[in-house]
Every structure is written in structure tokens, then in C-alpha cells.
């Protein structure tokens, strides 16, 4: 992969991101048994959320969505298969079935967040918490569209917690001048393999409650 | 009409759809028991809340209410009046009250936020995008500051799906260059009647839900 | 204090008013037993989500929180320290706590946000606006994070009318050219002052309900 330029392993990170998360807003909008143009929307929110707040914030234009239009071609011809498809399938959509798309998105989306703003010379903690707010704004967006608490601020598992670590190895990273595609493979596996440890063996976060609790 | 500049044409059809959302914002707000804050705040939102997002995203400034700021006061003094001048004519706002200028506005914001992202060369589906966003967003947020899950998400009626329509009715009559104000007025005035029309025969959007059970 | 730069005033007022509704949003993290990850995400989006708010809609960058990032540390840290050092001391984090911070980066945010705005050669309604959204919207985020209806709009008490008075100080004395500390040191004790007394003696808002109740 080394001699992919920059720019398209960005991308590619982008897309596949884009799609963990389109899935995973999918999945969501199915089980609350919403229609197309909300299949469309959560679907929507959940994939360009994140990166489209990145971009705002870091006043970078033109967006993902709006350079390579031809992905929400893509989203919304998804959303219609899957549709009128999962009729005929009657597949078990779990909550599990969501987790595992949006632990990929998750990884991806805060290394590649995480490595524009260093790109753009911002401050490492600036940096880190681009990378968490790409990885993260998408499913809180998707959760309020789906009328539910968003799991990144209710549920004690980590979640944000996951995304700041990825970042800070990108960060860590960056300063040995590892080359870009191994930085980037690496915090996207360490924090997708880290939820998906979470969530298996359903690591907490300590709170205030649990702390008060074991005095 | 065709006289009157395209910029002039534009600005026309912002006033009127913002003040239809304002008023549809309003009813909400009163339906609510707000106090006077409540109601400024709600029609705030409804009628700027769209254009803002449309703006933000496509980089524009400044915005509507910053180039005619003379409209927000415009909303504040009739916040005020609607207040005071409700209460001694008691009229019955009922959940239709609502319905007709956020159809109207509905119908009008579609037409213009297309156009724009037209006229900034956005790729078709994006400025189809940009439509539908400029005319729910306002809706969705008035919804939210109500307490209420938004209808653009969960009412299985057609919405932005009209809103969609009617951006393509935009970029459709662009290409084949018919003078702007006849687009907007054919797209405004075609989404406005297939929301009414929707709301009189209620019109279902298919869901999930609804495939299951015809199997 | 007339010898220190405007920068530097405005500087030294983000600072305080960020921090005490960072302390706001602590407080009501606490108090919903949240953990690490949601104590600083509820601290940090009621600490800056106004002034980036104010930032976003008048084009300005950097944020203060990308070129003052030490201070992103500080909140981390705070967070960090309150998680473990609170419950030693078993403090009763009464609803009134938050009051307190709140008040004060009320007043603290709305100076600025409309002195900001005005430096800017907004018009002085948008300028307002801008004082009022800087101090209310982190409020509003931190509310919704709490899972909670914003104070700001169900309240009836007054809050945002508040801001708006201490808005209006901030543009009336600015007309007769008064000394920049002079008129943020008025404008944001006064409104401080205010919300105090506000909460004191129960003021309330006149509502429809309430109008309609007094026929």
C-alpha cells in the first residue's frame, strides 16, 4: 500500500468509514420499523454526521459528501434494497448486529479524523478530539433520530473513551514519522479490536455511583 | 414578474417562507403554554433554522437574518402581539393550524435552497440535499424545542419525500433553462399541493412495518 | 484595569465564564452519576458550546478552545480531579449548585458574545442575538447531554431574557463610547445580578396559560 498517495488512502478510509456507519444507521432504522425517507435520513446522519461536523469545525470544504456526490447515490440506493430485500429475508436485526459495523466506523473514523486536523497543524489535544468527534457525532446523531439516549453519553461502556486512545496513537505515532498508511492501520484495529474487547467482556467505565457504591 | 431581478426573486420567496415557518412555529409554541422567550425562540428557529443549516454547509454569508436583520425584530413584535392578541380572540389552534404554512414553506424553502446550491454549482443530488435540509431542518428543530419527537422523522407520511420532489422539479426546469422565477414558482407550488393533498387523503410512506404485515 | 489590551479583557471573561460553565456542567453530570467520559463531555459542551456556536454563525477562527488548547487540558483534568476528590468529601450537590456558575457565565458570555459581534459591525439586533445564543446554547447542550428538556425554554423563569437585557447594555453603552472593560463589567454583573434575583424571588415569564388563567 505504500505507494498509494496520501490522499487516496484518506479516502478509502473514508468511504469504508462512511459505509460502517451508513450500515449501522441502517440496522437501527429497520428495527424501529421507520420508513424509507427515515431509513435515508438515519442512514444519512449516522455516515456524514461525523465528518461533516469535523469539517465545519475545521472550516474545510468542500465536504466528503458534496466532492464525491456519487456516495449518497449510493446510501439512498441502499436504503431502498434493503427495504424491500430484508422482507423477503426476515433476517434478526439484534442490537449486536449494530455493534460491529460501528466498531469499524468507530476505528476508522478517529484515525482519519485524528490525522486531517494534525494535517491541518492543529494542537495534539485539538487533533485527538477531532478524531473523537468524527468517530462519535455520527451515532449520537443516529440514537436522537432514533428517539433513544445516545449510547456514547448514557451506556458506561467505553465508547468516546476507545476513540481518544486511537487518537493518541495516531498522534504518538506521527511524531516517530511512521509512514502514514501503518499509523493509520494501526489505530483503526487497535481501537475497533478495543470495543469489540468491551463489549464482549463488558468492560465499565467507573462512575461516581459505582465509586460511591464500593465505599 | 419576470422583470424583477433574480436576487429579488430570491429574497421574495426567503421572506415569505420564513414567515411561514414562523407562524407554524408560533401556533407550536402557543399550543405549548410558552411564555413570550419560548415563542421568540421557536418561530426563531422554525423560520431561520433552515436557511442557517443550508448556509453553514454551502459556506454562505452572511445569512438571511444578518443581511435583513429588520426580520428579527419583525419576529419579536409579532411573538409579541400573537401573545397578547391571541388571548382575547381564544381561537381554536388545532394541530391543522399548523399544517398550512409549514406546507406553504415547506413548498417555497424546497425551491429556493435548491436554486442556490444550483447557482454555487453543487452536484445535482447535493443541491437536491440542500432543498430538502433548507426545508426541514426548521421544522425539525421547532419539534425538538417543542418536546416532540420531529415529524420528518416518524410520521409515516410523506414529507421530505415531497421536498425531494420538488428539488428535482428545480433541477429538472434548470436544465432545460425555463426563466427562474417560473422553476421556483412550479416547484413551491407543486410541493405545496402534494402536501396538502398527502395530509387531506393520508397518503402513507411504506415502512418496514407496513411490508411485513401485507405478506 | 483600563491599561490592559481589549484583547486581553476579552480574553481574561472567556476564560472565567467558559470555566464556570464548565463548573455548571460538572455539577449536573455528577448529580445524573455519570461517568469519566460523560462528566467531560457534559463539562466541555457547557463550557464551549456557545462561544463555538458564536463562532460558527459569524465566520471567526480560531475557536478559543483550538488556540487556547491548554484549556481543553484544564477541563480534563477538572473533571478527573472532581470524579475522585467528590466523593470523599460526600458534598450534596443541590439543584441551586449549578445555579451559581450559571449566573455568572450567563452575564460573563452574553457581554462578551455581543461586544464580540459588535467589534464584528453586526447589526445591533444580531449583535444582541449573539450575546444571548453565546450564553444560553451551552446550557442547552449541557441540558439535553443530562437528558433533560433545556432550562432555557420549558423554565419560566427568566434566563435568555436576561442575556438579552445585558445584550442591550453591552450595544447602548457601547454608542456613547464608554471604556470596553467598563461596559462588559456592567453589562455582566448586571444580568448576573439579575438571574440571581430572578431565582431568589421566584420571577416568572407571563404565559399564555398564565394570561389566559387571569381572564
Redesign the interface.
Known sequence: MPHLSIHAIQLIIEIVATFAFALSGLIAG?RK??????LC??SGVSAFGGG?LRD??L?R?P?F??SH?FW??ALITTCLFA??F??ERHIVLTEKAIQIPDALGLGLFTALGTQIALDLE??A??AA?MGVMTAVFGGVLRDI?C?E?PK???D?Q????LAFIGSWIVIGLSAVHLPEWLILSLSASTTTLLRGLAIQFKWQ?????S??KS?
Open positions: 429497520i420499523g421507520m420508513d424509507l425517507v427515515g435520513i438515519v461533516t465545519i469545525l472550516d470544504r465536504f459528501w458534496v456526490s449518497l447515490w427495504m424491500f430484508m422482507r492543529m494542537p489535544i485539538v478530539l433520530c428517539n439516549i456514547a453519553f448514557n458506561h467505553p465508547y468516546a473513551l467505565l467507573p462512575s461516581q455511583r465509586l460511591r465505599n
